[in-house]
């Protein structure tokens, strides 16, 4: 769009028969009032005015506001110039100081009839403009003005009116349509949940009695290898020594294999053939056969010491710790209490890193793939939190409850800002770009799961205009259907606007000035 943008229906009719909007149908003998709306870079002009007839005056209310905060300028005086469209003197009419906030007159006799050029300035101390108009028709007589008049379009039937006093008054701002080059995106619904193998429970290897000094709490960090407790066996007095033996052959066969796994699972991740997860799970299996081995020889160690007179103590007792790195969210251990084996004493789930699942609609599914960054929306949050997938991962199986793709996003999580199990909505952009018609994201609004805008059609009136959103990107709503570059719409106090169209109506007798 270019610095100077003139309300297009207001050119059209100008140009084509020398009068602009006719605001409202006048009864017979009544004055019909047109109007014309126009912006510049600084200001806003909304100005009434009846049909041009030379030699009778005519009153122009000229309403301006400054764009630099939609406020109602308060200084300065407007005046309007007419100039022969075939050459010649112009004609200028001045205009009044503000008779209120934002709203002036000029009044003046117009010249002989014909087609002018006609230009409104303003000359106030903070701000100088003009407003190049187009082409008006002063007509010779009174009839035919009229006539003229009653032709031009009475504006959208739809439109709904929200005064100049109400905009100055209110939280008010407006911009014009421009293409922007944007990221395409699409918005689905998240949820945010533990890494691959950030989730560990700490089960009793056997059965017997829970033991330990200090008692972990629920959000405690701790570290990997860290000692969360022990767990002290129960000798069996059922089982004899060749059964213990034999399981301690078979844990042992169990650690060789998972260790052997695990130098093999290493090599292929060294030569890229497997994904990390895989080292991951190898590490996991060689770990559980370890804690398999030392209960099988524990319990072994215990009959042996038992039947030979010793007494179980506490090297005999199964040493607790956490597997990972993490934070404790469940505690169900209470010291000196006896537990069957199995039965889970502590969870624990990693922080630092997790796991944002999206629900990606089939269609989607490839834009999903190719993502390079996205915005997490979270209710209670004013803003959204943007991340980095560090991997990207799915089952290529489609979830029958959702009908979606789920598709996982791994991002850290500095600060633990992102909580485990919340449900958010997730903005997907891709890394290529388009250029689309955009607005600012706070221009819109939904009815019934519909967006739409508020369009300004004139200085006081405003048409809902449902759109189709093409993609989103940070603070801007790329359009690809409903709205054109240079249409204005409402960025700032579209909510008052939506009240206004609830109230409904038009003030017949408009501004009296």
């Known amino acids: 769009m270019t610095a100077r943008h003139v309300f297009a229906v207001m050119v059209a009719a100008c140009v084509a028969v020398g009068g602009c909007r006719k605001r409202a149908a006048a009864p017979d003998h009544e004055t019909p009032t047109l109007d014309v709306t126009s912006w510049t870079d600084k200001s806003e002009l909304f ?100 006539a003229e008049a009653e032709k031009q379009p009475a504006g959208d039937a739809a439109a709904i009116a929200y005064l100049k006093e109400q905009q100055w008054t209110n939280e008010f701002a407006t911009s014009p349509v421009r293409e922007v080059e944007l990221r395409s995106s699409i918005k689905v619904p998240a949820s945010i949940e533990p890494l691959s193998g950030g989730e560990a429970v700490i089960a009793a290897p056997a059965g017997g009695r829970f033991a330990a000094t200090s008692l972990p709490t629920i959000g405690t960090t701790v570290r990997a290898g860290q000692v969360l407790g022990r767990l002290e066996p129960r000798l069996s007095a059922n089982e004899d020594r060749a059964t213990l033996a034999g399981d301690v052959a078979q844990a042992q066969v169990g650690v060789d294999a998972a ?58 007792a199964f040493t607790l710790r956490a597997p990972i790195a993490g934070r404790i969210v469940e505690v169900m251990a209470t010291p000196g209490a006896s537990y069957e084996e199995g039965t889970p004493l502590f969870r624990i789930v990693r922080t630092d890193r997790v796991e944002i699942r999206a629900q990606v609609p089939a269609a989607d599914a490839a834009t999903a793939r190719g993502v390079a ?107 690809k259907s409903g709205l054109k570059p240079g249409d204005r719409v409402v960025t700032r106090g579209a909510y008052e606007v939506q009240l206004a169209a609830a109230a409904k109506g038009l003030p017949a007798e408009g501004h009296v000035h």
Request: hydrophobic fraction near 40%; avoid cysteine.
């Open 47 to 146: 100005m009434e005015y009846p049909p041009l007839v030379t030699g009778q005056s005519a009153r122009f209310a000229v309403h301006l506001t400054r764009l630099a905060d939609f406020k109602a300028l308060n200084e300065g005086k407007p005046s309007v110039t007419f100039t022969p469209e075939a050459g010649g003197a112009a004609t200028v009419f001045a205009g009044t100081p503000p008779l209120r906030p934002g709203a002036f007159r000029v009044e003046g006799v117009p010249p002989a009839a014909g087609r002018y050029r006609w230009v409104l300035t303003v000359d106030a101390p903070s701000l100088t403009d003009r407003h190049d108009l187009g082409v008006v028709t002063i007509f010779a007589d009174e009839k035919t003005a009229f």
């Open 259 to 316: 260790r052997a796994e695990l130098t093999r699972a290493e090599r292929l991740l060294a030569d890229r053939a497997v994904p990390a997860r895989r080292v991951e799970d190898a590490r996991r299996a060689l770990a559980t056969a370890e804690a398999r081995l030392q209960a099988a020889q524990a319990r072994l160690q215990q009959r042996d010491e038992t039947l030979g007179g010793g007494r179980a103590g506490s090297g005999n």
């Open 373 to 479: 960054e996205l915005a997490l929306e979270i209710p209670g949050r004013p803003d959204p939190v943007f991340l980095k997938p560090e991997h990207t991962h799915d089952a290529g199986v489609i979830d029958e409850k959702t009908g979606a793709l789920p598709v996982q996003f791994q991002v850290a999580n500095p600060g633990g800002q992102l909580l485990v199990g919340q449900h958010a909505t997730a903005v997907l952009y891709r890394r290529d770009r388009s250029r689309v018609p955009a607005v600012n994201k706070q221009a819109v609004l939904t009815e019934a799961g519909r967006p739409y805008v508020w369009v300004q059609s004139g200085g006081e009136a405003f048409v809902r205009r449902y759109i189709e959103i093409a993609t989103r990107d940070g603070d801007w709503v790329g359009v």
